[in-house]
T-cell receptor, first 114, second 110 residues
Framework: DTEVTQTPKHLVMGMTNKKSLKCEQH?????MYWYKQKAKKPPELMFV???????INESVPSRFSPECPNSSLLNLHLHALQPEDSALYLC?????????????FGPGTRLTVL | GQQVMQIPQYQHVQEGEDFTTYCNSS?????IQWYKQRPGGHPVFLIQ?????EVKKQKRLTFQFGEAKKNSSLHITATQTTDVGTYFC??????????FGTGTRLTIIP
């Protein structure tokens, strides 16, 4: 199984809402990532978890809060977002948090903030 | 910080023509990866290159890593409609994060 799953596929939320994005992988990977991708742009790294610990936070605003409940799951909690946060949010995983490792991406959650 | 540029930004080719995208880094890389993202899809890993001057082939796709490990290319021979998408290179230097290139969007004219 080389699949990374993400839910929901689409999400529309107001600026005062609280919502969560979920990501799951069953490949035994020890590193998981959150990326943000705007239209016609490359993915931008947000967070990296390695062995369930947050290892990288790319200066992401606190309205995005990641969580790694166990080695297979990764959440991204959203609160008080801005319209400019609308984007495709991609989860990825790799064997380890080595940047030579292949990253497997999930299908993404397309987020619209009204 | 590390910058990875790709040219061209867009490429429209007639089906059956060849296509090449070039990836250039501002710094020497330890490895380069290539990903393909179909319209409405997510990035899918294609290949990784780690050695200076390395050339790898996957059917109609040929990947090269430059001698100085600062540039790379992806060449597709005889494009097909299934090749449509955006091709990203992504490089890292040592223990630094993977930096994605700006991408080349390929469209095919049937």
């Amino acid at each position: 199984d080389t699949e990374v799953t993400q839910t929901p596929k689409h999400l529309v939320m107001g600026m005062t809402n609280k919502k969560s994005l979920k990501c799951e992988q069953h490949m035994g990977h020890r590193a998981m990532y959150w990326y943000k991708q705007k239209a016609k742009k490359p993915p931008e790294l947000m967070f990296v978890y390695s062995y369930e610990k947050l290892s990288i936070n790319e200066s992401v605003p606190s309205r995005f809060s990641p969580e790694c409940p166990n080695s297979s799951l990764l959440n991204l909690h959203l609160h008080a977002l801005q319209p400019e946060d609308s984007a495709l949010y991609l989860c990825a995983s790799s064997q380890d948090a080595l940047y030579t490792d292949t990253q497997y991406f999930g299908p993404g959650t397309r987020l619209t903030v009204l | 910080g590390q910058q990875v540029m790709q040219i061209p930004q867009y490429q429209h080719v007639q089906e059956g023509e060849d296509f090449t995208t070039y990836c250039n880094s501002s710094t020497t890389l330890s490895n380069i990866q290539w990903y393909k993202q179909r319209p409405g899809g997510h990035p899918v890993f294609l290949i990784q290159l780690v050695k200076s001057g390395e050339v790898k082939k996957q059917k109609r796709l040929t990947f090269q890593f430059g001698e100085a490990k600062k540039n790379s290319s992806l060449h597709i021979t005889a494009t097909q409609t299934t090749d449509v998408g955006t091709y990203f290179c992504a490089g890292s230097r040592g223990n630094e994060k993977l930096t994605f290139g700006t991408g080349t969007r390929l469209t095919i004219i049937p």
